[in-house]
């Protein structure tokens, strides 16, 4: 019996030492993977895909675009695409992963990395677990962030109108990836966040009240979906945006580094590694 006892502890062992190795072995992979990948050039056609669909890639000056440039590949490549039902092009991959890197651009080392997967549908789903249809959502338990891309197509048509599924949903996630320990987490000035919750508090209490001033009313919803649309926002009306709730925008500003309404000759939209 005692025999028997030590070779299944021994066969424990040893498929938990592969299992083991077989992680450390991907995340190394992985690793070198992303740094050697970095390396390479982004591709003039990814390029010319960026600078056709993403408008705010347009307004950034030569170091900047090589940043931005240097975050798509690194989602390109460490992102696993699906399409259901459908397959996903180059170039569907390449304006996902520039809604997500101009989101992310002015915090130094935020990659979404808990958010390993990228769903996408051709259009409108029905969620199986609310039996609801709908058009974008980020499930941080299975890692994904999920779009239609219908609509992902639609939210860049006018990029002035403040509705955005790429930005409204990176914006999710980068709240969500704040306060997941992995190593990437709390990028989000504490104090900068505890700000923007109470002056986001105040401004869903008039929306709710039917005094909402510059925000669409789904905003009023809760604190997630108010920091979503105020993203859609901030790089869509970031003007407007400025004038109406200047605390807020000053707020959101300094969180994410990056500052659309001040673009202009010789003042920078991104300041990477710090706040302006």
């Given at each position: ?150 609509h992902f197509q639609e939210g860049h ?113 991104v300041h990477p590694g710090g706040a302006?």
């Amino acid at each position: 019996m005692e025999t028997v006892f030590q070779v299944v502890m021994a066969l424990l062992l040893t498929v938990m030492a592969v299992a083991f190795l077989l992680k450390f072995t991907k995340e190394f992979m992985d690793a070198v993977g992303i740094a050697a990948y970095g390396l390479v050039p982004l591709s003039k056609a990814h390029r010319a895909t960026l600078e056709r669909w993403n408008a705010y890639y347009r307004t950034l000056d030569h170091a900047q675009r090589k940043e931005f440039d240097r975050r798509v590949k690194e989602l390109l490549y460490e992102k696993d695409w699906l399409g259901k039902g459908f397959p996903v092009s180059w170039e569907m991959r390449v304006r996902i992963a520039g809604t997500m890197a101009q989101v992310t651009l002015g915090l130094e080392r935020v990659l979404l990395r808990h958010f390993t997967r990228i769903h996408i549908f051709p259009g409108a789903y029905v969620n199986k677990r609310t039996g609801r249809r709908h058009l974008g959502e980020v499930n941080p338990a299975k890692r994904a962030i999920v779009l239609s891309w219908a609509h992902f197509q639609e939210g860049h048509a006018n990029p002035a109108d403040g509705r955005n599924l790429g930005l409204h949903e990176t914006a999710h996630a980068l709240w969500l990836e704040n306060s997941i320990e992995n190593g990437e987490d709390d990028f989000l000035e504490t104090d900068l966040r505890l700000r923007w919750q109470e002056l986001a508090r105040e401004e869903i209490a008039r929306i709710n009240a039917g005094e909402e001033r510059f925000f669409r009313k789904y905003a009023g919803t809760n604190q997630a979906e108010f920091f979503a649309v105020a993203v859609e926002n901030f790089f869509e009306r970031p003007l407007d945006y400025q004038a109406t709730l200047p605390d807020l925008y000053a707020c959101m500003k300094d969180l994410l580094r990056q500052d659309p309404a001040g673009h202009g000759p010789g003042s920078p939209a991104v300041h990477p590694g710090g706040a302006p």
